[in-house]
């Protein structure tokens, strides 16, 4: 099997920063959906959202991870599905639709972080952060109360770093780690030492 790895989990909890040093590590194609749906929609997220609305976001949202899930490229030398490492949205997961679809083409990893640190990375960016202070509440609480509500659809992902006193070094070899088991093809490759990236 390539699997394909995918990153879910609350936004600020480094699932971009993690996936893309993941894919570079592995060699391996990075998708991000979030950028996938920018890119479809020629607006930032937080523009789809304002003038769209959040239906409408997450309409493309579910159909760019049907179509990055159903991709049928191969690997030519092999003929097993090209793998990738997919990075998503933070509210991805929470669709039925994409879980599956997500579940059934990979491995999910889910990041997640304390609610302080979350608060601390997303900092003066929480503007661009549609799901984030719209009752007009602290960012801390909001962050709290909007990742319980999603704990249990956080919880179907194979396992679960948490990053808030991670570097996305740490991650990726925590990642990497816990899959050589599971999967002895993913090798850890052999890396000149990086300095540590701070998440955030
Ligand atoms: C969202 C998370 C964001 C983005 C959108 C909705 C969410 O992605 O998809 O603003 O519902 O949690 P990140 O988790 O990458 O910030």
């Known amino acids: 099997m390539a699997p394909k790895l995918i990153l879910t989990g609350f936004m600020g ?13 592995l060699r391996w194609r990075l998708i991000d959906c979030d950028a996938e749906i920018s890119a ?31 991709d049928p490229r191969r690997c030519a030398h092999c003929g097993d599905r090209q793998p990738a490492v997919i990075a998503t949205g933070g509210g991805a ?7 599956a679809a997500l579940r059934d083409c990979g491995v999910i990893i889910c990041l997640d972080a304390r ?17 984030l ?20 659809d956080y919880a179907r992902a194979r396992f679960t770093i948490d990053t808030s006193e991670r570097t996305v070094e740490h991650v990726v070899d925590e990642i990497l ?17 990086a300095a540590p990236n701070p998440i955030g």
């Open 40 to 70: 479809r929609a020629g607006k930032p997220i937080h523009q789809i959202f304002r003038d769209h609305g959040e239906a409408h976001f997450r309409a493309i949202e579910r159909s760019v991870i049907a179509e990055i899930t159903s």
């Open 133 to 152: 202070g719209r009752g007009g509440r602290p960012l801390k609480q909001d962050i709290a109360e909007l990742r319980e509500k999603r704990r249990e």
């Open 177 to 193: 780690d816990t899959l050589a088991d599971a999967y002895p093809a993913i090798v850890h490759p052999t890396l000149l030492s």
């Open 93 to 99: 997961i929470v669709d039925p639709q994409n879980y």
């Open 115 to 131: 609610p302080d640190v979350i608060a601390r990375r997303i900092g003066t960016g929480a503007k661009t952060r549609p799901m």
């Open 13 to 25: 909890t480094g699932k971009s920063a993690v996936a893309r040093l993941l894919a570079k590590r």
